[in-house]
Nanobody, 114 residues
Framework: VQLQASGGGLVQAGGSLRLFCKTS????????MGWHRQAPGMQRDLVAS???????NYTDSVKGRFTVSRDYARNTVYLQMNDLKPEDTAAYYC?????????WGRGTQVTVSS
């Protein structure tokens, strides 16, 4: 199983970034996918998730700013992040639960300057 996250970077407050997570080794069509983030010294928290049927869920702090989506043809999940704030600064990880095991991609760093 591989989850390859990319798309992070440095952006000014109010800017946008789009994260990508390319998957392999899972049945993407039936897998719920999630994005978590972890700031230095903090725990890793759920940001957004999307079920196999496209039902989405967001943590309150990103509602109305972030959008999670998926492309079944490309086995890829996306996180569109708009109106970014300095408090969004963190390493972002994509994740899925496959055959009873939680898999994590390598984090992609998002840094938002004020």
């Amino acid at each position: 199983v591989q989850l390859q996250a990319s798309g992070g970077g440095l952006v000014q407050a109010g800017g946008s970034l789009r994260l990508f997570c390319k998957t392999s080794g899972i049945n993407f069509r039936i897998s719920t996918m999630g994005w978590h983030r972890q700031a230095p010294g903090m725990q890793r928290d759920l940001v957004a998730s999307i079920t196999s049927g496209g039902v989405t869920n967001y943590t309150d702090s990103v509602k109305g700013r972030f959008t999670v989506s998926r492309d079944y043809a490309r086995n890829t999940v996306y996180l569109q992040m708009n109106d970014l704030k300095p408090e969004d600064t963190a390493a972002y990880y994509c994740t899925t639960l496959w055959k009873g095991t939680r898999f994590w991609g390598r984090g992609t760093q998002v840094t938002v300057s004020s």
